[in-house]
């Protein structure tokens, strides 16, 4: 059973620069397609970005390209997010996935495993 335990994250002003970490337990990380996911107070679960165990392959969410990058260290079986330029509408809590499948997954429900959400709040 897979782990995902989440840190990073907190205030930022509109603008500024916040980074999440999520490191894994088990041996599935290096294999396992990772992914950053958001969730505002009354508002679906939405797909922020993904990464292969490729690192080269990864994918970005419209709202966020140029400005969130994502990545991976295998050896410390931690994928990270660098958020920058930050938004005030990007206010929610930020929750990592993994998920086991091959294909490269956007959808929250092929993800199989999360860490337990981090908030991110950006000021106006």
């Known amino acids: 059973q897979v782990q995902l335990v989440a840190s990073g994250g907190g205030l930022a002003h509109a603008g500024g620069s916040l980074r999440l970490s999520c490191a894994a337990s088990g041996r599935a990380f290096s294999s396992s397609l990772m992914g950053w996911f958001r969730q505002a107070p009354g508002k679906e679960r939405e797909f922020v970005s993904a990464?292969?165990?490729?690192?080269?392959?990864?994918g970005y969410a419209e709202s966020v390209k140029g400005r969130l990058t994502i990545h991976r260290d295998n050896a410390k079986n931690t994928v990270y997010l660098q958020m920058n330029s930050l938004k005030p509408e990007e206010t929610a809590v930020y929750f990592c996935g993994l998920s086991t499948g091959y294909a490269f997954a956007r959808r929250a429900q092929d993800f199989g495993s999360w860490g337990q959400g981090n908030q991110v709040t950006v000021s106006s």
């Open positions: 990464i292969s165990r490729n690192p080269s392959n990864t």
